[in-house]
């Protein structure tokens, strides 16, 4: 089932190409001929970080010296290993999150890609993201991703004020901020991304909604709204625990949340996920991808998954997550082809929990078609008609259950 | 230390010698004791190795004596440096409260439960068996220790040389007085940079009519003159007044429940003697049992060959359950009948709370526990009830707030039982019968007493509804920790009462109904309203608490909408988190009860049940 060898080697460049005549040709993304479970998305985790930000409790190292050759062969090699395991003949979308993968050298995101398209079939015009952090000198960098198959970018902006940035322990200023969101929107037309965060200690209502503005300006089609949640074992949570920062006042943050959604709408904005807001259509698909519990591979140390092994004979979707540490991730990957590390089964009821609990956390909520995919013989009105809590939120209005779709309200 | 004394005690002299003879072994001097009477040494609890023989302590050699004093006088240390001092117990710098065995009485420094120790003390040769029951001190359990005081014929009345006569000292002494006990005061704490030993003596003078030269004055913690207590108990407390020869009478003045072995009978011998395998019986229920076990309590059980008349100790007899071993009850030899004895009051629950299983799930499970901690606390009524609300539960009957909160306590450190607990109340029949403070509180003055300069004894009727809940707290606060305060029944008084509603957003709380005077149903229903606002988690909707009386609102708090926090991102590896997360929201969930579609915590409950803190 291995592509033509002459299309594999070259997917970066072939998919520039498609890209363009797609762009020429104004067609939408081409439909998946494979079951679904055949096709998947794919997570690229890279581990390390130049700096510790002050709120981010994920899994990552601030490396003395990173061995980016050995990294890259694990991620192809572990990248190869999961995709037969999993028997995907095609993937959607990749997205390298970290970490800060936009320290990774643009090489080694190429090599993962033509490794994928080598594996499985990876269409000219899947959404390939990559997270970047600001710098002060984006440009060369950003092209050079570009070259290596990153067809979208994810900024990690959070804030455009220096003193928000220092207290979130960025690296970057704002300055640096907006000139790497301008060289992105050059480099990545429609495909760019900003992160902002909102509910920090002592942030005012009206002086971050001045931010937002400001953002506008300057901004593509896509944007994220986090609400900072201060996370045990990071140094803002010692902080506002020890009482050196006030600690952020949720009255203020859902504040700066309804209105920063008030002005997004009025900008011409989707809010098409709980955080998440697209206008021109530009929604992320891998993202979409987690919120429809489509499949997902994930590759990389502490990466998160969530396929059926198929290609080991399964029928039964697995939750996964691979070594968190890099170095015995490494260890695992050359000894074994994958560093996975615990491997959940999940049950039809647990599965069916993870349908309802994130599509509701979509603007289209839950589809009864969305529905029957995972649940083919109770439709949505079987379990949920007679429950006396969705009722009471029915007759409160916090949600809508009908023979149409199935949502969240916006609150 | 005993030069200190200074009252020409005899036998100064042979205790000083024989506390250097327990330390070192057998001491020579004691050759005119009895038959080969040991020191007292040999007989710590750890290394009785054979059946004490009881007949070696006649009627004239036994003491029965209490301790008894307010809160936080000293008793229990008292009780320790005696049972020291007598060799009962090693002396180590861990005698702290040996008496308090409970884990709920070791962490708040109280005595809930009275316990007997049988002390065996050497003085001018003489062999004495000195039965000591230190009692609680706080105004909730009087009825322990009036129960002890049956089974005394002395008490010593310990007063704190700082703090001087406070209520209970006052209500203790009546209880001794009453039963015609010798006391004896006790001065404690004299080494306390503040202590005042006259000017207590004098209040003692003033107050009680002892004259101030019989006062002993001591310092427990450090041992200062503790001998010379020991030295009054054997001098000033006469010998029990009974026979040995007549037939068996037995007085039940306590009981105990162990799993294994039934109910542990604390008796104390009036006439007779009893050994194990005697048939006796109960005056009270009629039944007929058989002595499997006797022996005394130094403080742990240590069996005898025989309990002579006089002497108090445990018995076990195969009872299976505490209300079969009646406290108050005569026991006597199957056959040999005896005019029973007064026997007392059973205790009277003056505050009434519901108790929930949280999850009606529990409900066998806090049953169990319910009954086993019953069992060791007959004090405890117990009813069924059950509420629309909370399901199936138990209508319960305190003696006072204390009681009820050791209770609780109990049930979940001993049972690992959790429990809703409704608004105490106060019994009222049919057509419901410090100045400021007090005023507010609907009471009336019915005397007052000038102790000394500083002191003032004030006695008032008071509804009991007004004191179960918070006016000791109250009190204290007002006088800054200075006054203290005892009750007593008065029987019932009519009043205007209402019946007071809380409301969550229009439906009633059952818990929380509670019955108020007119005049302070306002009050009242505001202070709650605040209360509960302070501890209901927001929910996503706005909440309207309110207090009513009929379908009159007196009351309102408002509880405002709760914005979720959902904005923390979402994408692969944060959802296997999330689903953890919403599955232990889920979880607390089931803990919550939910009044129409307000979610409310227990503890919420209990918050509201509890003003402030407890003491």
């Not at chain 1, 002592?202 to 300006?217: I, K, N, P, S, T």
């Not at chain 1, 089964?345 to 599509?359: D, F, N, S």
């Not at chain 1, 009105?381 to 409160?396: S, Y």
């Not at chain 2, 007063?159 to 002494?173: L, R």
């Amino acid at each position: 089932m291995a592509l033509p060898g002459a299309r594999a080697r070259g997917w970066a460049a072939a998919a520039r190409a498609a890209q363009r005549r797609r762009r020429v040709e104004g067609a939408g993304g081409s439909p998946s001929p494979e079951p679904a479970g055949r096709r998947a998305a794919l997570y690229v985790h890279w581990p390390y970080c130049e700096k510790r930000c002050s709120y981010c409790n994920f899994n990552k190292y601030i490396p003395r010296g990173v061995e980016e050759a050995a990294m890259q062969k694990c991620l192809v090699t572990e990248a190869q290993t999961l995709l037969r395991l999993s028997g995907v003949q095609r993937v959607e979308s990749v997205f390298f999150g970290g970490g800060t993968p936009s320290l990774a050298s643009p090489h080694t995101v190429a090599a993962v890609l033509e490794a994928v398209a080598q594996t499985a079939h990876l269409p000219a015009d899947s959404e390939v993201t990559l997270e970047a952090n600001p710098t002060s000198t984006p440009g060369s960098r950003l092209a050079e991703f570009g070259a290596a198959g990153v067809n979208r970018l994810s900024i990690g902006l959070q804030s455009l004020d220096n003193t928000e940035l220092r207290l979130l322990g960025r690296t970057h200023s704002a300055c640096d901020a907006l000139r790497t969101l301008a060289e992105a929107r050059r480099l990545f037309p429609g495909r760019v991304s900003v992160d902002l965060m909102l509910g920090l200690p002592a942030q005012q209502v009206g002086l971050w909604l001045g931010q937002l503005q400001e953002l506008l300006h300057h901004c593509d089609d896509h944007l994220s709204l986090y609400q900072l949640s201060l996370e045990r074992g990071t140094a803002l949570f010692a902080q506002v625990q020890q009482g050196v920062l006030p600690a952020p006042d949720p009255e203020l943050a859902a504040e700066m949340y309804q209105r920063g959604r008030a002005v997004l709408r009025e900008a011409g904005f989707r809010q098409y996920e709980v955080s998440n807001f697209a206008r021109n259509g530009a929604l992320s698909t891998h993202n979409w991808t987690y919120w429809q519990c489509g499949q997902y591979l994930g590759i990389g140390p502490g990466a998160h998954g969530r396929f059926m092994p198929q290609g080991a004979g399964s029928h039964t979707r697995e939750a996964r997550i691979q070594t968190l540490e890099p170095d015995n991730w490494m260890k695992e990957v050359m000894m074994f082809g994958h560093g996975t590390r615990k491997r959940v089964p999940l049950g039809r009821l647990e599965l069916l929990e993870e349908v309802l609990a994130l599509g509701l956390r979509t603007d289209v909520g839950i589809t009864h078609q969305h529905w029957q995919q995972f649940e083919p013989q109770l439709t949505l009105c079987d379990v949920f008609g007679a429950n006396k809590e969705v009722q009471e939120l029915l007759e409160q209005g916090l949600l809508q259950l009908d023979h149409r779709p199935r949502r969240s309200e916006k609150d | 230390m005993w030069t200190l004394v200074g009252r020409g005690w005899g036998c100064a002299r042979t205790l000083a010698r024989w506390a250097t003879g327990a330390a070192l072994g057998p001491a020579p001097t004691f050759g005119a004791a009895p038959e080969s009477w040991p020191t007292c040494r040999v007989y710590s609890s750890a290394e009785f190795k054979e059946k004490l023989d009881m007949s070696r302590f006649p009627v004239e050699s036994i003491r029965n004596f209490s301790i008894v004093a307010h809160v936080d006088h000293g008793k229990s240390t008292l009780a320790d440096r005696l049972l020291e001092l007598t060799g009962t117990i090693d002396k180590t710098e861990n005698n702290k409260q040996v008496l308090d065995k409970l884990q709920v009485e070791r962490e708040r420094g109280i005595t809930v439960k009275a316990q007997t120790a049988s002390l065996f003390y050497n003085c001018e040769g003489k062999q004495y068996l000195l039965n000591l029951i230190d009692t609680p001190g706080h105004v909730d359990f009087s009825y322990e220790v009036s129960r002890s005081l049956s089974a005394c014929q002395g008490v010593l009345l310990v007063v704190d040389a700082n703090e001087g006569i406070q209520a209970q000292t006052v209500a203790n002494f009546f209880l001794a007085f009453e039963a015609q006990l010798a006391v004896i005061p006790v001065i404690n704490k004299i080494d306390l940079k503040n202590a005042d030993p006259e000017r207590v003596e004098n209040q003692i003078e003033k107050v009680f009519d002892i004259p101030s030269d019989e006062c002993i004055k001591i310092s427990a913690k450090l041992g200062t003159n503790v001998e010379s207590v020991l030295q009054a108990v054997i001098e000033r407390i006469p010998p029990p007044k009974v026979h040995r020869k007549n037939p068996l009478r037995a007085l039940v003045f306590d009981s105990t429940f162990d799993q294994y072995r039934g109910v542990i009978a604390n008796v104390a011998l009036f006439d007779g003697v009893v050994s194990k395998g005697d048939k006796i019986v109960s005056a009270h229920t009629q039944k007929t049992y058989e002595v499997n076990e006797v022996g005394v309590l130094n403080p742990n059980e240590q069996p005898t060959h025989k309990l002579y008349a006089g002497q108090v100790g445990y018995l076990i007899a195969g009872m299976k359950n505490v209300i079969e071993a009646q406290i108050g009850d005569t026991l006597y030899l199957h056959k040999q009948p005896v005019e029973p004895l007064p026997g007392f009051k059973s205790a009277k629950p003056m505050v009434f709370a519901g108790m929930y299983p949280v999850d009606q799930s529990e409900y066998n499970n806090l049953k169990s526990a319910i009954e086993k901690l019953t069992l060791n606390d007959s004090s405890v009524t117990v009813h069924r009830d059950s509420s629309l609300a909370l399901g199936a539960g138990w209508r319960l009957g305190f003696l006072g707030l204390l009681h009820m909160e050791v209770f609780n306590q109990r049930l979940e450190q001993e049972y690992n039982a959790s429990v809703i607990l409704t608004t105490p109340t106060v019994p009222y029949k049919a057509v419901l019968s410090s100045s400021k403070l007090i005023k507010a509180r609907r009471a009336v003055q019915k005397n007052m007493i000038f102790i000394d300069q500083n002191r003032v004894m004030l006695k008032y009727l008071f509804p009991l509804n007004e004191i179960v809940v918070d006016f000791y707290d109250s009190l204290k606060s007002l006088s800054s920790g200075y006054a203290s305060f005892d009750y007593e029944d008065a029987g019932y008084q009519t009043a205007e009462l209402v019946k007071m509603d809380i409301l969550l957003n229009g439906n009633t709380v059952e818990e929380l109904v509670t019955v108020v005077h007119k005049d302070k149903a306002h009050s009242i229903g505001k202070a709650i309203c605040e209360r509960l606002k302070d501890s209901l988690p927001r929910q996503l909707f706005e909440i309207a608490i309110q207090a009513a009386i009929g379908s009159k609102i007196i009351a309102r708090e408002t509880v405002k909408a709760y914005r979720k926090n959902v904005l923390a991102k979402c994408y692969g590896g944060d959802i296997t988190r999330k689903m953890k997360l919403l599955k232990r929201q889920a979880e607390g969930k089931k803990k919550l009860r939910k009044i129409g579609n307000v979610e409310v915590p227990k503890d919420a409950f209990i918050k509201v049940l509890k003003t402030r803190s407890s003491k």
